[in-house]
């Protein structure tokens, strides 16, 4: 593991050897909880993320492995991206207040962690896409191009080939006269980019209004003619093994295969001109997050509400027949307690063969076994909502060092609170102390518990650190001292 901070080697430190009496103990009942749904830490009195409580865990051996990333939006405590572990510990905390679509992905071969940030207006974004490396430096931010006002928050994907694939919206004039509009109409049209993320230039582009007609929506006119009509919605854009792109359109009910090439239909999944036929519990409503699996079969978050047409929200499993054009339900993943998401959320396959959902509007994330268990719920503050959630793995290394505070404890001893926000390869945190900042010596070990581990430090000297070590006893990052 790379050193993380500069005072590596401004610091002598000896070894230690077996005649050292520890002077540290572990203080589990003073660790940070907590309070009124808000984190609240004293090494990093900055920070006061909204906390997830952990609701269903009884079958916690079969979750999958990876973490929690979500970035919420809105309720309780700062919103921001977070990444949060299976006990509901943070891990690590952005302060971005608009983020949405938090995400680990790929670029040039390494882990990255992806958002778009921005303003939202009339449910849609007018953004850009940030790129952040497992330092948790920015290294790179996409916009729309081709002169729109700006990326929307919906999709964020970037490809094998280090190209990113975007949504925007424009207004545009159009006949709304088959929906009894006027002629000479005004309507969001839904665009979909591909950018080469490096040089920002625009590989393709294609226009919904070009090939689905507003026909075909399911969303009345606007009564206010200075509301303009968002007929489409895209909400996710996939690559399909064969190239071509997998759309996914809110408010048509419609699910589209494009081709990469010309941008023409190649073919149409539920709403009113679906090519296939539909089979029983296959029709989706207000459905978000299409997406192609290595089995070809596709899975859908199905809403169902806004206004409700089902009596519950899902996730389902698609399997697609495109010789005979038909669709059959393989699998579906409900909640227990028969929840209805209004807006947004997503339906992640994990490697495991288990599924993750993001309710989106409803401020719950939870995991189901492949055959429809829950093995793993989680809520957010009443009100809290994050756009998506997932499941992923990550390993982050930041630049910055530990943090620590120090309090006056019981007996002449010392309470501390040690953290690290986004270091996830921690296993022990060590105190270190000394007449004077340039000489510290250890004193003492516990082991990580949480995002802030508490101890019981018995000390004779004005200066104290700690330092961060991972399972194999290499040294991650040591704080800047602390004068008593």
């Known amino acids: 593991m790379r050193p993380s901070s500069s005072k590596l080697t401004s610091l002598l430190l000896p070894r230690v050897g ?120 920015e290294i790179a931010r996409v916009r729309a191009g081709n002169g729109y006002r700006g990326g929307d928050l919906h999709e964020f994907l970037i490809t094998p080939q280090d190209t990113a694939l975007l949504v925007a919206y424009a207004p545009a004039r159009t006949n709304l006269s088959p929906i009894g509009g006027p002629k000479d109409g005004m309507a969001w049209e839904g665009i979909v980019q591909e950018m080469d993320i490096q040089s920002g230039e625009v590989i393709f582009e294609w226009h919904s209004l070009e090939h689905v007609g507003i026909e075909e929506s399911y969303i009345e006119l606007p009564e206010d003619p200075d509301f303009l009509y968002d007929y489409f919605h895209i909400n996710s854009i996939d690559v399909e093994p064969d190239g071509n792109l997998l759309l996914c359109a809110r408010n048509t009910w419609s699910v589209y295969k494009v081709e990469r090439e010309s941008g023409k239909l190649i073919w149409r999944l539920g709403g009113k001109r679906s090519d296939f036929e539909m089979g029983q519990d296959t029709r989706i409503a207000f459905q978000h997050d299409a997406r192609r699996q290595r089995d070809g079969t596709i899975t859908i978050f199905d809403n169902g509400a806004h206004p409700k047409v089902h009596d519950r929200s899902r996730g389902i499993v698609v399997e697609l027949d495109e010789e005979k054009m038909s669709a059959k339900l393989v699998r579906e993943y409900t909640s227990p307690k028969k929840r209805l998401s209004t807006s947004q959320g997503n339906m992640q396959l994990l490697p495991n063969s288990n599924v993750l959902i993001g309710w989106g509007g409803g401020p719950f994330v939870s995991e189901f076994a492949h055959e429809g268990e829950l093995l793993f719920e989680a ?27 120090v309090e006056q404890g019981p007996d002449d001893k010392l309470k501390l609170y040690a953290s690290w926000n986004g270091a996830t390869e921690i296993d022990v945190w060590e105190v270190l102390a000394g007449p004077h900042s340039g000489r510290l010596e250890w004193v003492g070990s516990v082991p990580r518990d949480g995002f802030e581990t508490s101890m019981l430090v018995q000390n004779f000297d004005p200066y104290l650190a700690v330092r961060a070590k991972d399972h194999f006893g290499q040294v991650l990052g040591i704080s800047a001292p602390v004068k008593l």
């Open 379 to 405: 809520r957010f503050p009443p009100d809290g909502e994050s756009y998506r959630a997932f499941r992923l793995p990550w390993s982050g290394h930041p630049t910055d060092g530990p943090a620590v505070a």
């Open 18 to 137: 077996p005649l050292h009496t520890p002077r540290v103990w572990p203080l589990p009942s003073v660790s940070s909880s907590p309070e009124e749904d808000v984190w609240s830490f004293r090494s990093r009195p900055d920070l006061s993320p909204a906390a997830l409580e952990m609701t269903t865990t009884q079958a916690h051996d079969g979750t999958a492995p990876g973490y929690i990333f979500a970035a919420l939006k809105e309720g309780a405590g700062e919103h921001g991206p977070m990444i949060i572990d299976d006990q509901g510990e943070l891990v690590w905390f952005g302060r971005y207040r608009s983020a949405r679509d938090f995400k680990m992905q790929y670029y040039k071969g390494r882990p990255v962690l992806t958002w778009w940030e921005g303003k939202v207006t009339a449910g849609h974004g007018v953004g850009e896409y940030v790129i952040f490396d497992d330092s948790y430096r």
